[in-house]
């Protein structure tokens, strides 16, 4: 990984990494934790993942393509609703697209809207998933889920854009 930032304006990172060796270099960095506000392309384990969250107390987005082989939809979700910092308000996940109408299932987000919605402060929290179906049960699934959001009080976006 190849980094140049100045001392203390790290605000933004793109981390391009084979999830098998990634690291925590950027963390070394004078700053990265105290000004790292969005963090993505990163592919993590879930213990990754949660040093992460308790060490970059300013970071407000993260972006990531799930595998169930180092951190599933149900592990991130769980872990950003314990440990995330109280800026945090935006998660996105790219999922290819045969994926989007068997990968995250109902269960897997189950729990979420409840955990976030007992976080202090409250925030209103924007979940975009990146990814394409042309499944009409699929939209339904997820309209009716924002729909029961609503009704719990808590404020979650599912955005579904198609890319190439």
């Not at 790219?94 to 109408?101: M, T």
């Not at 976030?116 to 889920?145: A, D, H, L």
């Amino acid at each position: 990984m190849k980094m140049f930032m100045a001392k203390t304006s790290l605000k933004k990172l793109s981390y391009y990494s084979d999830p098998n060796t990634i690291n925590l270099s950027f963390l070394r960095y004078p700053g990265a934790k105290d000004y790292l506000t969005k963090l993505s392309k990163l592919s993590c384990s879930s213990k990754t993942f949660k040093v992460i969250l308790n060490s970059c107390q300013q970071l407000e987005s993260f972006e990531t393509h799930c595998n169930y082989e180092l951190l599933s939809e149900k592990e991130l979700l769980g872990a950003l609703a314990k440990y995330s910092p109280k800026n945090f308000y935006r998660l996105k996940l790219s999922l290819a697209n045969y994926l989007l109408d068997s990968r995250l299932v109902s269960e897997d987000l189950e729990d979420f809207p409840t955990n976030w919605k007992n976080r202090v402060p409250q925030k209103s929290f924007s979940f975009i998933i990146r990814g394409c179906t042309r499944s009409s049960e699929t939209k339904e699934k997820y309209m009716s889920m924002v729909e029961k959001y609503k009704k719990l009080g808590i404020n979650i976006r599912f955005d579904f854009s198609c890319y190439n």
